[in-house]
């Protein structure tokens, strides 16, 4: 394990593509934002149950630890969403009713804004929590359990009973995404007495990318859909889980290879960007576009050319606004 302040820095390196990839699925590149929605919020979740460490504090100590971690930051970074939105609802002379519909989603939340992540994070944390604690150290229950649940999420899913308060019904599923990502931890934490050369290390994450495109191709042909945690949809649910786990496992691979340091930067401080990138500044871009009459000829050239000027101004916006908040005394609301 490579340390730096208590912190592994491949996991924050596979962080960072992560995000990275997050925000190219949001900038709406085309097959790329299909290929990334196929592993990277499974990304996110296995990666999270790497680092679980909830089993060294009791049930008190760990909620109150997730309430600070999470949903504080939750209702923080959302309720700058809420004002940037209530900003440009003024602008578009929307009745009251709207704030008050958007008010009502930001605190119900289901599937809304990107940071239905966080809501889904701490109660999927929270399931897992119980899992643990009734199954301990005993992998085969622990796996049976996680297993069950996630049964009945999907089961959820193709019944067509719709959302719920919190994206409680994503957390069905995350959580044994989660749990893969606990399983799998004494492996890919410890040492190793050879080290693999990083050509074969290449060689394998290419091997499981193509595993990944391959059958997040197949689940599209077959179901007509993909992977979309933030909407509860998972298409088909063998070919997406294969597709998400060799994509997964893929990005640690190269993370492993690669823990550069705009990577680890990044994937230690992704609470600002993943918040703010999507229902902030890509939506200023678009009405500034909009505008200028910038990137509007339709074709696959102002496709890239919009989607990386708006890339770089996320990072150029976003990245000051994390080392400003990271430096203030409310550093803890906005999870930095």
Known sequence: ???????????????????????????????????VYTFHMPLFFFLSGIVFSGSKYSPAEFLKRKLKSLV?????????????????????????QAYLVMLRDFMVQEHFWTVWFLACLFLTEVLYYGIHRLCGKNRLHS???SALVCIVGLARYRLGWGSLPWNLDVALVAQFFFHAGYLSREHLLRGEEKPTAPCLRMVQAA?????????G?????????????????YGNELL????????????????????????????????????????????????????????????MADSLLRAAVTF?????????ATELLKRSRCRRLFGL
Request: with cysteine.
């Open 207 to 215: 091997v499981l990318m193509g595993i990944n495109a391959v059958a």
């Open 1 to 35: 394990m490579e340390h730096k302040s208590n912190r592994i820095l491949w996991i924050d390196a596979a962080k960072g593509i992560g995000l990275l990839c997050v925000i190219l699925g949001h900038l709406g590149v085309p097959y790329l934002s299909t290929l």
């Open 240 to 299: 997406t889980f294969a597709s998400a786990l060799a994509g997964t496992l893929a990005v640690i691979l190269v993370a492993k290879i690669f823990p550069l340091k705009p990577l680890t930067y990044l994937g230690s401080h992704t609470m600002v960007i993943f918040a703010w990138h999507s229902r902030i500044v890509i939506v200023a871009c678009d009405y500034l576009y909009a505008d200028l009459g910038l990137f509007s000829g339709g074709t």
């Open 143 to 145: 796996t049976a359990l």
């Open 217 to 233: 191709f197949l689940c599209i042909r077959v179901s007509g859909s993909s992977l979309d945690m933030s909407v509860g949809l």
């Open 72 to 96: 504080l930051p939750y209702f923080t970074l959302g309720g700058v969403i809420f004002a940037f939105f209530s900003l440009v609802y003024a602008l578009q002379h929307q009745p009251g």
């Open 312 to 320: 770089v101004v996320i990072l150029g916006l976003l990245i000051p």
